[in-house]
C-alpha cells in the first residue's frame, strides 16, 4: 500500500495554516479533555466496567497531552475558549443526561458520537499532517477504537432496554455533529481536511456503530439521516 504523502501545497509555519491550526489543535485538545471528564463520570455510574473506564479516561489525558505537544512543535498557542464554545452544547446534553442518570445518553454522546467524531477527524488529518502529528494521531486513533468498541459492546448488551433511549439521544444530538463539522470546515479545508471526506468518514463509522450495536439498517439509515440536512 503506497505511503500517502502530506500535500506539498501546505506551508505548515504560514500564519494561515497557523491560524486555523490554532482553532482545530484546541478542539482536539478539548475533546481529548472532555472524554476524560466524561469516562470518569460513567465509572461512577458503570461500577461493574469502573476499572476499564478509569483506563480509558487515563489514555485519554495522554491524547491530550500529546496533542498539546503538536501545538508546542509548530509554536501554535491553542484557542482553547474557541474550543470549549465549539464543545458547549454536546458538553451540557451530557451534563444534563448524566444528572438523570440517563447512561444510555451520555454513553451515546461520549462512546459513539464524541469518538466517531475523533476517529473521522483524525483518519482525514493523517495523510496531510506534519510528520510529529502524523505520528501523535496514528498512535491516538487506535486507541480511538477500542473507546468506541466499549461503547458499542456495553450497548449491544443492554440494547433491548437502551433502544427507546438511544433513538431519543441521537435525535436531539446527532444534529449537533453537522453543525460542527459546519463550524470547523473553513479552518479544517485549510489543514487539507476536505468537509465531504469528513462528513463521509463519520456517517460510514457510525453507521457502522449503530449497526453494531442492534440496529436494522433501515433503522442505521434513519438514524444516520437525522440531522444531515444542515451537513
Given at each position: 500500500m503506497?505511503?500517502?504523502?502530506?500535500?506539498?501545497a501546505l506551508d505548515f509555519q504560514s500564519e494561515a495554516y497557523k491560524d486555523a491550526y490554532s482553532r482545530i489543535n484546541a478542539i482536539v485538545i478539548e475533546g481529548e479533555l472532555e472524554a476524560n471528564d466524561n469516562y470518569k463520570k460513567l465509572a461512577e455510574h458503570l461500577s461493574d466496567h469502573k476499572d476499564e473506564l478509569i483506563k480509558l479516561a487515563r489514555m485519554e489525558n495522554r491524547h491530550m497531552k500529546g496533542f498539546?505537544?503538536?501545538?508546542?512543535?509548530l509554536s501554535v498557542t491553542p484557542d482553547m475558549e474557541f474550543a470549549k464554545e465549539f464543545f458547549a452544547k454536546l458538553h451540557d446534553n451530557f451534563k444534563e443526561a448524566w444528572d438523570e442518570g440517563k447512561v444510555v445518553t451520555c454513553l451515546l454522546i461520549q462512546s459513539l458520537i464524541i469518538e466517531t467524531f475523533a476517529i473521522s477527524a483524525y483518519n482525514i488529518y493523517i495523510p496531510v499532517a506534519d510528520d510529529f502529528a502524523r505520528k501523535i494521531t496514528e498512535g491516538v486513533v487506535k486507541d480511538e477504537y477500542m473507546h468506541l468498541n466499549f461503547g458499542e459492546e456495553?450497548?449491544?448488551?443492554?440494547f433491548d432496554t437502551a433502544k427507546a433511549e438511544l433513538e431519543a439521544a441521537?435525535?436531539?444530538?446527532?444534529?449537533?455533529?453537522?453543525?460542527?463539522?459546519?463550524?470547523?470546515a473553513e479552518d479544517a479545508a485549510v489543514l487539507g481536511m476536505e468537509k465531504d471526506?469528513?462528513?463521509?468518514?463519520?456517517?460510514?463509522?457510525?453507521?457502522?456503530?449503530?449497526?453494531?450495536?442492534?440496529?436494522?439498517?433501515?433503522?442505521?439509515?434513519?438514524?444516520?439521516?437525522?440531522?444531515?440536512?444542515m451537513a
Open positions: 503506497p505511503q500517502l504523502e502530506a500535500s506539498p498539546q505537544a503538536c501545538g508546542r512543535n456495553w450497548l449491544k448488551a443492554n441521537n435525535r436531539q444530538n446527532l444534529p449537533l455533529v453537522w453543525q460542527m463539522l459546519n463550524q470547523v471526506a469528513l462528513v463521509e468518514d463519520f456517517m460510514i463509522t457510525y453507521g457502522e456503530a449503530l449497526g453494531n450495536i442492534g440496529f436494522t439498517s433501515r433503522e442505521v439509515m434513519r438514524l444516520s439521516a437525522q440531522g444531515l440536512a
